[in-house]
């Protein structure tokens, strides 16, 4: 049985000239970046043109790339600098964050008595700037942060019209975009943005790699302390290889955008038309089968079914591998956060989250609607899967 990959927002398969471009380094390039010695100083300079490829990709100054573990700890670094180094006393977010950004912020209200005001949402799932506005017109120093493009249900913000409500208020502003970043365009010193996050596993780079954007006029300090690294905000010795798999991946990426885009986007308006065909009711959580939602998700809820509460199990026997929400909880199965946030939770309905990327095909999709309409089948008219 094949199996069909459609958990791409949760990791991407490593593309094979990132592996080629990560072979080399880890089989010759074994020096330590901080030694001063000729072996050290080759890895130094790879590092360091990794990080001007990088900026030159994202339109912004290379020293305000800061390689980290992911986007978990470059979402960490940021609100925790935000509120010890740049004074921060009020966090402002939503519950439909990623949990990164929601988990850091209650530590950092426990750690130093801030506070946490979370912004409303309309119906489609979009922020409320009018009540972003109305949060900032007052209160303490804030930094705002709102993801970029929610990582279950697709829903694209207005970066900009955020990042203008906080410039008017003098507020800082993070987005975690960490589902956007080589899917969509960034020119950094155009956008008026204090921080940015980046993980390399969600377009085929390699796991455990990624960066945080700090704008120049951001004086932080580090979070991890000790070797004095990445000019001090993040001490350990870099993962060389790594990095260079992070730039080659974003390089690949924005060398072929607009076609990987164009592929994508018709990979899922297909999977759309093909369950609109086979499941009579099924629906699309917060519009995510939408033009201007977040091309490489799609989050489904399904009728009622006896198979509800086992479909992802059931799928996945069926050799389809796809999602109830992030993959970023160690395995939780409380429930999606993002959509009781939003208020899309139907405990009699099976919302699952299928995600493609530029190795999907339309193969796998005509697969997957196969196995999507056995487990979904009709009650009357067939026998309860499982």
Do not use: W
Not at 140 to 168: F, Y
Not at 277 to 298: C, H, M, P, W
Not at 356 to 376: C, N, P
């Amino acid at each position: 049985m094949k199996s069909i990959y459609l958990d791409n927002a949760a990791t991407t398969q490593l593309a094979p000239e990132v592996a080629e471009a990560m072979i080399p380094v880890l089989r010759d390039v074994f020096g330590n970046p901080s030694s001063t010695h000729a072996t050290g100083r080759k890895a130094k300079a790879l590092i360091e043109i990794s990080r001007r490829d990088i900026a030159h990709l994202l339109g912004c100054a290379p020293r305000s790339v800061t390689f980290t573990s992911g986007g978990t700890e470059a979402d960490n670094l940021a609100l925790r600098a935000a509120v010890r180094d740049l004074g921060c006393k009020r966090i402002v977010t939503s519950e439909a964050e990623h949990i990164a950004v929601i988990a850091s912020s209650e530590k950092m209200s426990q750690l130093f008595d801030i506070e946490v005001v979370n912004v409303k949402h309309h119906p489609d799932g979009t922020v409320d700037c009018d009540d972003l506005r109305n949060i900032l017109a007052s209160g303490p120093k804030t930094i705002v942060s709102l993801m970029h493009a929610n990582n279950e249900v697709g829903v694209i913000q207005p970066l900009d019209e955020i990042a203008k409500a906080c410039k008017e208020t003098n507020a800082y502003f993070h987005s975690d975009t960490v589902q956007t970043m080589a899917h969509y365009p960034f020119q950094l010193d155009a956008l008026e943005i204090d921080f940015l996050t980046c993980s390399a596993h969600k377009f085929h780079g390699p796991k455990g790699t990624g960066f945080l954007y700090t704008h120049p006029r951001n004086k932080i300090k580090s979070q991890i302390v000790g070797g004095g690294q990445e000019r001090g905000l993040r001490s350990g010795t870099e993962n060389l290889h790594g990095i260079v798999g992070l730039a080659k991946a974003l390089q690949l990426a924005y060398a072929d955008l607009e076609d990987h885009s164009i592929h994508v986007r018709s990979i899922k308006k297909y999977m759309v038309e093909g369950l609109k065909q086979r499941i009579a009711g099924v629906r699309f959580n917060a519009d995510s089968d939408k033009e201007d939602r977040l091309y490489t998700v799609l989050s489904v809820k399904f009728p009622p079914h006896p198979n509800s509460g086992m479909a992802l199990f059931l799928l996945d026997l069926e050799g389809i591998s796809c999602s109830g929400g992030s993959a970023c909880s160690s395995g939780a199965t409380s429930g999606s956060h993002v959509l009781k946030a939003l208020g899309y939770h139907d405990p009699t309905r099976a919302s699952l989250r299928f995600s493609f990327s530029r190795y999907t095909t339309f193969e796998d999709i005509d697969m997957a609607l196969e196995a999507i309409s056995r487990v979904f089948a009709p009650i009357e008219s067939s026998a309860t899967v499982g």
